[in-house]
């Protein structure tokens, strides 16, 4: 059993909060096809980076412009395809049992998919949500956890991350906060971890928020 004695609670979204599987699959499939790349060489890629972090990776003499049409693509694609996006299990009991002023969602989501998805799994909207287009640049980096800490107003180091990417974990290791990875869409994460929010026991505690799981 580990447990964490914390501030606040800082949340990826997809793949944490919110199944987003078949969304995120059939939009990447077809941006796969517009940049005329084989799936294999562009599934690895496809969860917890900006849509624009990957195309540097894939594709890095592509034209800013491009670049940025590609982008609007996804935003409209993913926006707007919500079938089979519900919450993962637990998801809404967890945010309606912790104090709101010490939980954030983080994402690498621009701000109309993070509602999109919110809305159509049917959870609450947490006050603070920093998206991809709040910060110069998303996970891996440790902008955007940085960013959630901050408007929460606790350190980094009293702020827990719950993710289920590799690029989301390190992003949160680089900010300086503890982790626990969720393995909804890797089987592997560099981090304790659990199979679902399930697992994961919050409890809100004179100084702030305690949190366990089981095993390491």
Same mark, same amino acid.
């Given at each position: 059993m580990t447990t964490w004695l914390v501030d606040a609670i800082l949340f990826d979204l997809d793949g944490t909060l919110v199944d987003s599987a078949g969304s995120v699959q059939r939009s990447w499939r077809r941006?796969?096809?517009k940049i005329d790349r084989p799936w294999p060489e562009v599934e690895p890629h496809i969860h917890g980076v900006p849509v624009a972090q990957v195309m540097a990776m894939l594709e890095p003499d592509m034209p800013a412009e491009r670049v940025e049409e590609l982008r609007e693509f996804m935003v409209e694609s993913e926006s707007t395809d919500t079938v089979g996006v519900v919450a993962q299990p637990s998801a809404a009991e967890v945010l309606a049992a912790l104090p709101p002023e010490r939980v954030a969602i983080v994402t690498s989501g621009g701000v109309r998919?993070?509602?999109s998805r919110m809305a159509a799994a049917g959870l609450p909207t947490p006050a603070v949500v920093v998206t991809a %287009?709040?910060?110069? !640049?998303?996970k891996p980096d440790p902008a955007p956890y940085l960013?959630?800490?901050?408007?929460l107003g606790f350190p980094p180091a009293r702020c827990l991350v719950v993710e289920d990417a590799p690029a989301g974990v390190s992003s949160a290791k680089a900010a300086g906060c503890p982790v626990i990875? !969720?393995?909804?869409?890797?089987? !592997?994460? %560099?981090a304790p971890s659990v199979h679902s929010l399930a697992d994961i026991?919050?409890?809100?505690?004179?100084?702030?928020?305690e949190v366990?799981?089981?095993g390491t």
């Amino acid at each position: 059993m580990t447990t964490w004695l914390v501030d606040a609670i800082l949340f990826d979204l997809d793949g944490t909060l919110v199944d987003s599987a078949g969304s995120v699959q059939r939009s990447w499939r077809r941006l796969a096809e517009k940049i005329d790349r084989p799936w294999p060489e562009v599934e690895p890629h496809i969860h917890g980076v900006p849509v624009a972090q990957v195309m540097a990776m894939l594709e890095p003499d592509m034209p800013a412009e491009r670049v940025e049409e590609l982008r609007e693509f996804m935003v409209e694609s993913e926006s707007t395809d919500t079938v089979g996006v519900v919450a993962q299990p637990s998801a809404a009991e967890v945010l309606a049992a912790l104090p709101p002023e010490r939980v954030a969602i983080v994402t690498s989501g621009g701000v109309r998919l993070a509602g999109s998805r919110m809305a159509a799994a049917g959870l609450p909207t947490p006050a603070v949500v920093v998206t991809a %287009d709040d910060v110069p !640049v998303g996970k891996p980096d440790p902008a955007p956890y940085l960013k959630g800490a901050a408007l929460l107003g606790f350190p980094p180091a009293r702020c827990l991350v719950v993710e289920d990417a590799p690029a989301g974990v390190s992003s949160a290791k680089a900010a300086g906060c503890p982790v626990i990875g !969720v393995l909804t869409t890797h089987d !592997v994460l %560099d981090a304790p971890s659990v199979h679902s929010l399930a697992d994961i026991r919050f409890s809100t505690v004179d100084g702030g928020i305690e949190v366990t799981i089981q095993g390491t």
